[in-house]
């Protein structure tokens, strides 16, 4: 995805928020706060986006947004059950209507074979209780995968929860 589309993908998800009065928050791991850089690209977007939540260790994740260290432990950072408790946790830190929670391996190094480089996990919260996870494993460098999970993110909560604002 190019940059202006990038733009374009983070605009139309603030039309909707602001159509809806609604505010989204993130907690990014692997894609370092590139989310938000996409969301704050967007003249007017604090409107619907007041902060966000880069928590790359294991020890940001508990401390900033109250992942558990037993969940850590057993399924890693890069698992489902890290990314609900990421995006629920960032949805009560951040008092917002939607969450965004993404963990995965960038690479070039980390990965194994039951997860390899590229391995991304999403979740999705929001104040009415919905949710989503969804696990996709991307090619290419660092910046690639990281871009990818980017516009990925965004997509998902464009389409499981936007589109028909």
């Known amino acids: 995805m190019t940059d202006s589309e990038l733009m374009q993908l983070s605009e139309q998800v603030g039309l ?15 894609t370092g706060g590139w989310i938000a850089k996409a969301i704050t690209d967007i003249a007017g977007s604090s409107a619907w986006f007041e902060r966000s939540f880069v928590t ?52 070039p190094d980390g990965g194994s074979a039951e997860k390899p480089v ?5 979740g999705i919260a929001t104040v009415a209780g919905q949710g989503i996870t969804q696990r996709e494993c991307f090619e290419g460098d660092r910046e690639s995968v990281r871009r990818q999970a980017t516009a990925y993110a965004l997509n998902l909560l464009w389409q499981q929860f936007l589109q028909n604002t």
């Open 16 to 30: 909707a928020l602001k159509a809806r009065g609604a505010t989204l928050t993130t907690a990014e791991s692997c």
């Open 56 to 107: 790359y260790s294991n020890e940001a994740k508990s401390q900033m947004i109250g992942v558990r260290e037993v969940t850590l432990e057993q399924y890693g950072a890069v698992s489902e059950q890290v990314v609900i408790e990421m995006a629920i946790g960032a949805l009560r830190a951040a008092r917002a209507d939607f969450a965004i929670s993404v963990s995965g391996i960038a690479g």
């Open 118 to 122: 590229g391995t991304v996990w999403f």
